[in-house]
Nanobody, 126 residues
């Protein structure tokens, strides 16, 4: 059974950093794409980063240069290092797994992912 479990969320002041982890079971990293999404209160879930099964990465403009997605094949997990956080980064962060029809491409559309974790809360506030 495919399962994704996020961790690492919390409360951090503006300018701070957090590192999220997504441990995956039932799917190997080499078998699909992994996306990172977030949902702020009252807003739709938005894609912020994705990583292909070959290790290619895509970032949404609003996080490019601040967030770094990485693969950890030894632990079959992915991480999201988030730096220079602002209050606008507050929300529930999700990882999701989806098929990889094109090995070098991944999508930031939530409709391309069919398995989701339960989410982890990130709050950026002083």
């Amino acid at each position: 059974q495919l399962q994704l479990v996020e961790s690492g969320g919390g409360l951090v002041p503006p300018g701070g950093s957090l590192r999220l982890s997504c441990v995956i079971s039932g799917l190997q990293l080499d078998d699909g794409n992994i996306g990172w999404f977030r949902q702020a209160p009252g807003k739709e879930r938005e894609g912020i980063s994705c990583i292909t099964k070959l290790g290619g990465k895509v970032y949404e403009t609003i996080v490019k240069g601040r967030f770094v997605a990485s693969r950890d094949p030894d632990n079959n997990s992915v991480t999201l290092q988030m730096n220079r956080l602002t209050p606008d980064d507050t929300g529930v962060y999700y990882c999701a797994a989806g098929p990889s029809p094109y090995p070098s491409l991944c999508s930031l559309s939530r409709y391309e992912y069919n398995n989701w974790g339960q989410g982890t809360q990130v709050t950026v506030s002083s």
